[in-house]
């Protein structure tokens, strides 16, 4: 492709990385409310925090790959838009991107940190990069506790709502350039 063109859609693979992401935010969302609601000291309790560090740690992968294409690989350019909507739009997207970055490390530290824990990856036990600190776990709760889980699913609300507004209010197909039958935007 040359150089001077932009593309009208995001590729299969960045749409791939979009979707992959979703699909895990919501596998994260799930497993933790069904922790929550197994029984305290049950397997079962256990089986679904860590089937919640693999797929958090998983996210992290998929982020850092996904940002790395998204400097490789051509992207669409902005749909005209007011100043502040593009301004907007580029805020979001960075703090969705740290969020989704810094998220997973946090619930890492926050399971090492605590005596005798350790992080699964679905069956692999992964070793502790920091020793066992009370207020390290405590921060930890807070980072990767109910303030931060408020943040994010806001910040997804945000993005959910602009892409609707953009789908169904402004009528310029910038939805469709990141879904697979979509059609390219006006």
């Given amino acids: 492709m040359?150089?001077?063109t932009t593309p009208l859609?995001?590729?299969t693979l960045s749409q791939l990385f979009h979707w992959s992401v979703v699909l895990m935010l919501v596998g994260l969302v799930v497993t933790d409310s069904?922790?929550?609601g197994?029984?305290?000291e049950s397997a079962l309790r256990t089986e679904w925090l860590h089937l919640h560090e693999s797929l958090g740690i998983l996210l992290f992968l998929v982020v850092i790959a996904r940002i790395l294409w998204?400097?490789?690989s051509p992207q669409p350019a902005p749909l005209p838009a007011p100043q502040w909507s593009l301004i907007a739009a580029k805020l979001t997207h960075l703090l969705l991107?740290?969020?989704t970055l810094l998220?997973?490390?946090f619930g890492y530290l926050r399971v090492v940190s605590k005596e005798g824990r350790f992080a699964d990856f679905f069956g692999t036990q992964l070793p502790s990069l920091v020793a066992p600190s009370a207020q390290l776990n405590?921060?930890?709760h807070i980072f990767h506790g109910e303030p931060m889980e408020f943040f994010l699913y806001s910040l997804v609300g945000l993005h959910v709502a602009a892409a609707l507004w953009h789908q169904y209010a402004r009528r310029d197909g910038t939805l469709e350039r990141m879904l697979p039958w979509g059609r390219p935007a006006a």
């Fill in 2 to 4: 040359n150089q001077t």
């Fill in 9 to 11: 859609r995001y590729n």
């Fill in 34 to 36: 069904l922790r929550d």
């Fill in 38 to 40: 197994a029984p305290k």
């Fill in 70 to 72: 998204s400097r490789l």
């Fill in 97 to 99: 991107n740290l969020a």
């Fill in 103 to 105: 998220i997973p490390v």
């Fill in 138 to 140: 405590e921060a930890m």
